[in-house]
C-alpha cells in the first residue's frame, strides 16, 4: 500500500489516501492542543504513544467484537485505518463525575455515575463543539434514529470493556470520547482512543494519566504518557473476558 495525497490534517492527526480507496494512513502527529486550541505545544514523542494505545485499544476491542477501523501498525505513530465516512459526533461516556459535566451541571468532581452517562456533542469547530439531544442529531440529518441506538448500545458496550480492562491496570476510565463512521451501511468506531481522548485516574492515588496534565499543568506530560502508555500495553492479550 503506497502512501497518496494528504486528505485532512486535524489538531493532533494527518490521515492520507492511499493507492486502495478503502484504506487511509493515519499519523499521530506530536502536536498537543486543549481548550479550542487555546493552548498549543508540540511533544516529542507523544503521537507515539498515542498510537500504540489506540492500536491496542481497537485490537483489543476486535478481539471482543467490536468493530473498528483499525487495520494493522505500519511504524511508530502510524497506522492503516478503513475509508469511513464520519458522522459529526463526539460520543462521550462518563463513568465519574468531572470536566465539563462539573462545571456545567451541580455534579460533584468524582461522583460516580452509574449506569454511565452518554454525553453526544456536535463535532464542529465553528460552533465550538455544542453538545446535541437526540431530536437535533435527527432534525440536523447526522444520524438516524437506529444508527443513534446503534451508536449508543457500542458506545456502552466500549465503555465497560475497557473499563474493565484499565481497571484490571490500576486505572479509573472516569470517562473517554469516540467517533464513529459508516462503511457500507454499517457503523464503526474511528479516529482514535487516547490519553488525548480518555480522561484517566490512577485508582490509587487518584493522579490524572491523561491530557489533563498538560491542559492544568499537573505534571510532566510525556512522563504520564511514556509511563500510562506502558501500563496499558503490559497486560498479556486474553487477561479480560
Ligand atoms: P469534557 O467534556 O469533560 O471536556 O471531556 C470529556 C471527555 O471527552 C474527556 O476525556 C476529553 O478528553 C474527551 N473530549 C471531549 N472533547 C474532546 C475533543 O474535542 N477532542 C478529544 N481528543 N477529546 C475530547
Redesign the pocket.
Known amino acids: 500500500m503506497k502512501q497518496a495525497d494528504l486528505l485532512y490534517t486535524g489538531k493532533a492527526k494527518s490521515v492520507y489516501r492511499t493507492d486502495d480507496p478503502e484504506v487511509y494512513i493515519m499519523k499521530f502527529r506530536d502536536d498537543i492542543t486543549a481548550f479550542d486550541g487555546g493552548k498549543k505545544d508540540t511533544l516529542a514523542g507523544k503521537g507515539r504513544y498515542n498510537a500504540e494505545v489506540s492500536t491496542f485499544i481497537f485490537r483489543y476491542l476486535g478481539e471482543h467484537g467490536i468493530r473498528t477501523h483499525y487495520i494493522e501498525s505500519i511504524e511508530p505513530g502510524v497506522i492503516a485505518v478503513q475509508n469511513l465516512t464520519m458522522i459529526p459526533l463526539?460520543v462521550?461516556v462518563?463513568n465519574v463525575a468531572?470536566?465539563?459535566?462539573v462545571r456545567n451541571y451541580p455534579f460533584r468532581e468524582g461522583a460516580p455515575l452509574d449506569p454511565p452517562v452518554i454525553?453526544i456533542?456536535y463535532k464542529s469547530d465553528a460552533h465550538h463543539?455544542p453538545m446535541l439531544n437526540d431530536e437535533l442529531i435527527y432534525a440536523l440529518g447526522i444520524a438516524t434514529p437506529e444508527e443513534l441506538d446503534q451508536i449508543k448500545a457500542m458506545a456502552l458496550a466500549i465503555n465497560e470493556l475497557l473499563s474493565k480492562y484499565l481497571d484490571l491496570r490500576g486505572i479509573t476510565l472516569?470517562?473517554?470520547?469516540m467517533e464513529f463512521g459508516r462503511s457500507n451501511g454499517r457503523i464503526i468506531l474511528g479516529d482514535e482512543i487516547s490519553m488525548?481522548?480518555?480522561?484517566l485516574w490512577d485508582k490509587e492515588t487518584g493522579a490524572s494519566l491523561?491530557?489533563d496534565v498538560y491542559r492544568f499543568e499537573k505534571g510532566d506530560v510525556m512522563e504520564t504518557y511514556a509511563g500510562v502508555a506502558k501500563r496499558i500495553l503490559s497486560a498479556p492479550w486474553g487477561e479480560v473476558k
Open positions: 463526539e462521550i462518563r468531572a470536566g465539563s459535566i454525553v456533542d463543539d472516569v470517562d473517554f470520547k488525548d481522548s480518555m480522561r491523561d491530557k
